[in-house]
């Protein structure tokens, strides 16, 4: 397919995701700068961990504890999946397997192959409970999935494979020997080391906060690889609308203070049991505690749709 055959939507995405003319890495020794803010901001809790119970930092972990530390710790055993929750999860598996499709794709047969291979990973992820949905249940998820599906279809060109195309990408930096982990799991990247684009799909609207969880992706990919990505993009499958950001020295710093700000506050209300701070914001909507935190339904209540 050439740019002529892509639809606007489709040329929008290159248009913003491709690499300009002129296009200059960040120098190698910022990578280093940064590593060495990391191992200074985060020395002292280090100092208080054992390599028998180390700390694991995600994007889930920073984000729910940066919004409210409340909803953080209401939320660390409370999990369950909806099918709301997981029809993100098929979309993300049937863009793994279009990525290596052989032949014309069909998006509901796609769709009904991912839920086929989420359903026999055994003890990962949503496996028990798409093998539990009622057949009612099974057709509405495997809707919302083809829906989202053919909206990453419309909007995104084919992915050539000289692009790099990786799904799912999980990647770890161990720091102190073991005593924190950054952990990260991409939704889509494009390119090689050096020049990675890292995409963030969203089957919403995008928040101020989906630009920090990229950072951190960003970060992780830069001490992992010691090769900072390019550009960072959340794209919105609902607007068909990307938010990106280029990787700079000053993106990477803004992910060190989150991250050992995060790391801290987690570790004092995990294992110092530190009184947490409310911080009333749109997660107020699925929070454990909506039903007797006052501040979250005083939020609530007033309506936020329009900030």
């Not at 692009?163 to 952990?183: C, Q």
């Not at 700079?248 to 710093?253: I, K, T």
Request: charged share 25%; with cysteine.
């Amino acid at each position: 397919m050439t740019t002529n055959e892509l639809n606007p939507m489709q040329q929008n995405v290159v248009d913003v995701l491709g690499k300009p003319a002129g296009w200059v890495p960040l120098p190698l020794s910022v990578i280093d700068a940064v590593r060495e803010q990391v191992e200074t901001g985060l020395a002292p809790l280090a100092k208080k961990l054992s390599p028998d119970r180390p700390l694991f930092i995600s994007k889930s972990s920073l984000t729910a504890v940066h919004g409210c530390e409340a909803n953080y710790l209401a939320s660390l055993d409370s999990f369950e999946w909806t099918i709301l929750n997981v029809r993100g999860t098929v979309m993300h598996k049937a863009v793994e397997l279009a990525i290596n499709w052989r032949g014309p794709i069909e998006p509901a047969l796609l769709v009904d192959e991912a839920l086929a291979r989420l359903e026999d990973e055994e003890s990962r992820g949503p496996s028990e409970f798409i093998a539990r949905l009622s057949a009612g249940e099974r057709a509405q998820l495997r809707s919302y999935a083809v829906d989202l599906y053919t909206k990453f279809e419309e909007s995104f060109p084919p992915l050539k494979a000289a692009w790099r195309p990786v799904t799912e990408s999980a990647a770890r930096v161990e720091l102190f020997g073991g005593l924190i982990f950054l952990s990260t799991r991409v939704d889509l990247t494009l390119g090689g080391p050096g020049s990675k684009v890292i995409i963030d799909l969203k089957s919403g609207r995008i928040y101020s906060n989906h630009r920090e969880d990229l950072r951190f992706y960003a970060l992780v990919e830069s001490l992992r690889s010691g090769q900072p990505p390019r550009r960072l993009a959340t794209y919105s499958l609902e607007s068909a609308r990307a938010d990106v950001e280029e990787v700079s020295e000053g993106v990477l710093q803004a992910a060190v203070r989150r991250v050992i700000g995060g790391a801290n506050a987690i570790y004092e209300l995990t294992r110092e049991d530190r009184e947490p701070k409310l911080s009333p914001g749109a997660h107020c909507r699925w929070c454990p505690l909506r039903e007797t935190c006052e501040t979250g339904q005083q939020f609530l209540e007033r309506g936020f749709e329009d900030d």
